[in-house]
């Protein structure tokens, strides 16, 4: 009685490939960051990034001026690389936090890159782009005076010598008042003016402004407060001791002649000394 024998078994099996390595970003460019130089870091901005089918860790590097974290707030830990593992070949969505660094010069820090690499993934990467600010100027201008314009009557010249030393201002808000000085109102940090009859914007290096179109016979008051950056972020010095300064024009003269030419007849021009043209 003989047993049935099995040999030369032969097993074969078929290895299905995996999906491409991919690495996904929730935004590819965050923007606006800022700060006043000596306030930063800046506020945080933040991305969530994910993978599938991937083969290793994704690898997060942040650019030179800006830092990363996996963590917000008061938890922010600056770290490089921030390194995410894989679990199944999968990164869920996890959120990564950004801000312009901290100790920065005066500038534009743009299109600055964080990159995603993983191996067999295509790399992804996050635009940053922000700016550190001057902080207000140190200094106000000196030897704030007026003199008349031409005509004398409507026109008002202010000269100054700029602020040089410090935090040097960017330029020099100008507000007048045919009231009083105490009713110029101090200007607002992140709210230019556009220039007006007796509000003028005068860039540093120009120490002069001219305001014409005014009216004859009045006191002008003037406060001249200089200021750095622009926009939104123009910041003013408004504190210690504003320049001002005043003048009055002189009466506006009269007009030489006066005529209705109310006339009830066209002969009636030559008899009061006219010529018609037309």
């Not at 040999?7 to 970003?25: A, E, K, L, N, Y």
């Not at 942040?62 to 199944?88: A, K, M, R």
């Not at 969505?93 to 600055?112: D, H």
């Not at 067999?120 to 008349?148: I, L, M, Q, R, W």
């Amino acid at each position: 009685d003989h047993g049935l024998a099995i040999d030369d078994v032969t097993i074969s099996w078929t290895i299905s490939s995996s999906g491409t390595p991919t690495i996904s970003v929730s935004s590819s460019s965050l923007t606006g960051f800022s700060y006043i130089q000596g306030s930063g870091p800046s506020g945080e901005q933040s991305f969530n990034i994910s993978g599938t089918d991937l083969n290793d860790n994704i690898n997060i590097v942040p650019p030179t001026n800006y830092e990363i974290s996996t963590n917000s707030g008061g938890s922010f830990d600056p770290t490089n690389p921030i390194v995410l593992v894989p679990e199944s070949k999968i990164v869920a969505s996890t959120p990564i936090y950004v801000r312009l660094k901290a100790g920065l010069s005066v500038g534009s820090y743009n299109s600055e890159n964080i990159t995603a690499t993983s191996s067999g993934a295509d790399n992804k990467t996050v635009t940053c782009s922000g700016n550190v600010y001057k902080p207000e100027p140190t200094n106000h201008a000196t030897v704030f005076t007026t003199s008349a314009g031409s005509p004398d009557y409507s026109s008002i010249v202010l000269t100054w010598t700029d602020a040089t030393v410090g935090t040097v201002p960017d330029g020099y808000l100008i507000i007048g008042s045919s009231v009083s000085y105490a009713s110029i109102v101090d200007p607002v940090d992140g709210t230019a003016q556009s220039d007006g009859t007796l509000i003028k914007n005068i860039a540093q290096g120009v120490q002069t402004a001219t305001l014409i179109n005014l009216s004859g016979s009045t006191t002008y008051y003037f406060k001249i407060f200089p200021y750095t950056n622009s926009g939104t972020n123009i910041n003013y010095k408004t504190g210690g001791v504003v320049p001002q300064a005043d003048r009055a024009t002189t009466l506006a003269p009269s007009l030489l002649l006066e005529e209705n030419f109310d006339y009830v007849a066209l002969t009636n021009l030559t008899a009061n000394g006219w010529t018609d043209h037309s």
